[in-house]
């Protein structure tokens, strides 16, 4: 800023400074209440569960997942059906764990 000479300039002077410290102030109070929104619990749960659902690699782990859960099930239900024998129901849990984890590679092979 240039000096000023007179009492007329020094007032106008001190008004813009005045006018641009107003201005500041709003924007800086704006910030800080953006700033405090986004640090919310509500907000943050909410952002992290939109970053979720928007990522591809989450949705098609959980969908890999889904699918082998739901295939390893149905086998197991296939091979134990209604028995109670105890070695029949280990195998079934065996192969249900198995075949979980090759569907659920197999998918995620195919989708790569």
Partial sequence: MENTSSTAELQVAIELLEAE???KLK???KQFHLAYESLRPV???ENTLKEISTS???VNNLLNATVGLATGHLLKR???G???NKLRRFLG???QFGITNITAKILKHKRH
Wanted: aromatic fraction near 4%; proline fraction near 5%; charged fraction near 10%.
């Fill in 82 to 84: 209604e028995s109670n």
């Fill in 43 to 45: 907000n943050l749960i």
């Fill in 27 to 29: 924007l800086m109070k």
């Fill in 56 to 58: 591809p690699y989450l």
């Fill in 93 to 95: 849990i065996v192969m």
């Fill in 21 to 23: 410290q107003a201005v």
């Fill in 78 to 80: 296939v091979i134990t």
